[in-house]
């Protein structure tokens, strides 16, 4: 009886774990499937791409909503069923979105997908923390792999579709079939219990300065992740170093090496406090991207410092998020605040890039990634001064 039990308990958060896998591939599958499908987007609605590009908007914004109401959702309902229903609702506006033919229906739609895109990104990250504690950081880097999985495969999935059938409707549909069973896998399961925050630590000055100092390193992280993977297209044609399909490699080699750092990232989070690694990830990000301004007018070397800066982004995500469950409880709506730190970010500093860029040239691009990096190390070095101060779970402890 006490081995069955002792079985049950040591199966059961490996198939959480497994769950929670399956539902980050399938998040990286819907989060990159816009871009693919943009045009055939267009097409059915009768809009200009000009016009259809406010779907990203729609999207990022219900992202945003969905972070900061699924964090308080997580405290309140058990996990597992809730991610169930998320994943079963992107499923079915997956579904709806090749058959919209008005363009307002569909930013609509974009926006209600970008809330449960949202509630499951915040499901993944806090549950995780919860199954595993101390022990998150190779877990919780393997989680961001998966997403990269998920991202990478995407663009296969809508070329097989337009190859069998000429059209985006079946991508969509496959995508949503493929949401299903993960669905069907995480409802049968137990959902691990939820971590409280006493009213007195709650309320404490100390959390509250942690969050805010987090969620600030969210906000130019982001900001340099999708700043340098939203306009490397731009940047490399602006400065007439490649034409355009070797551009579209240039973005998809970042994307690829952030995908393989993550998967790096998995043994070293087991060996490394996550201050360290964060400390070698941004200065290694920095000489990347003076790599990359020093070498302007070289595609090779453009494209190295591409690769590079992937490869130092990739764990600084999940790592702080194994740093913060050292330094404080996390529950859901904690969380949640960190990803309203991250969504600003992805917002903000792209638009900015945007706005800056034909007026004093693709330069702007590295240097505000490079100031956004410079930030994240200012910060960092807070968060570490103010750890050292702090009693709370000590930073270098119980090293995952």
Known sequence: MKTSTRTVEHTRPRAQTFGYYLSFVALGLIVA????????????????LRDISVLFSARAFGYLCGSVVGGRWYDRIAGHPLMAMVLLAMAVSLACVPLVPVLALLVLLMFVLGINEGALDVGGNTLIVWVHGHQVG??????HFFFGVGAFLAPLVVAQALLWSGDIQWAYWTMALLLVPVAFWLWRLPSPPAQRVS???????????LVVLIMLFFFVYA?????????????????????????????????????????????????????????ADLLGCLLSVIVILLSAHS????????????????????????????????TGQVTGWFFVGSSLGAMFWPWLIG???????????????????????????????HAQRSTIKPLESAQA
């Open 299 to 330: 595609l090779a070397l453009t494209w190295l410092g591409t690769f590079l800066l992937g490869l130092c982004m990739a764990s600084i995500f999940p790592t702080t998020l194994a740093l913060a469950e050292r330094r404080m409880t996390i």
């Open 355 to 385: 706005q800056l860029f034909e007026l004093n040239g693709p330069i702007v691009t590295m240097l505000t990634v490079a100031f956004n990096l410079a930030m994240a190390l200012a910060l960092l070095i807070m968060l570490s001064a």
């Open 223 to 279: 900001g340099a992740e999708s700043g340098f993977g939203g306009w490397i297209f731009a940047y490399a044609i602006g400065l007439h170093l490649t034409d355009g399909p070797t551009a579209a490699y240039l973005t998809s080699t970042f994307w690829g090496a952030l995908t393989l750092g993550r998967l790096l990232a998995i043994p070293l989070a087991a060996h490394f406090s996550p201050r360290s690694i964060l400390l």
């Open 138 to 143: 190779p877990y919780m880097n393997a989680l």
């Open 33 to 48: 499937s816009l871009g693919p499908t943009l045009t055939g987007l267009a097409y059915n609605t009768h809009s200009t």
């Open 199 to 209: 009213d007195a630590a709650e309320s404490g000055q100390v959390n509250r300065l």
